[in-house]
């Protein structure tokens, strides 16, 4: 298999902490969520991945299938659950396609299979997806 894009990202002071990539590109400080502080948490930095990638995997399927879409948005609702001092993450997707519901239901399952996070996350993670067609 031909690695496509690697990075790597260090972090010191965990949660109230700083995030660094090795090129310099993510340059952020990191906080708790709910802190009331001006920086980001991981939360935050794994949706905007997730609904990025996602995103993008929603836009390959369309143009494999002959759809000429100018974007499909994709909103990513990250919730840090705790029971008992047990984290774990659940995902919300919100994917809004400019077909009628049928179709973009399908495409949107299909970009699903497609895209790297959701195979990262599949069996670990609960991810539900709601596909706004119009």
């Known amino acids: 298999m031909a690695v496509m894009y690697e990075t790597t990202v260090n972090v010191s002071g965990g949660r109230k902490g700083h995030a660094r990539s090795d090129d310099g ?3 952020v400080d990191l906080a708790m969520p709910g802190s009331g502080t001006d920086a980001t948490n991981p939360e935050q930095l794994f949706a905007a991945g997730y609904a990025a990638c996602f995103a993008s995997a929603a836009m390959g399927v369309a143009r494999q299938q002959g759809h000429k879409l100018d974007d499909i948005p994709v909103a990513a609702h990250v919730a840090l659950d705790s029971e008992n ?4 993450l659940t995902v919300k ?3 809004e396609v400019a077909l009628p519901q049928d179709e973009a239901e399908k495409l949107i ?3 699903h299979e497609m895209c790297p996070y959701s195979k990262a996350t599949r069996g ?3 991810v539900d997806i709601e596909v706004k067609g119009h």
Do not use: K
């Open 93 to 95: 997707l919100t994917a």
């Open 124 to 126: 670990n993670i609960q």
């Open 85 to 88: 001092h047990d984290y774990n």
């Open 25 to 27: 590109i993510l340059d």
């Open 109 to 111: 399952a299909q970009a």
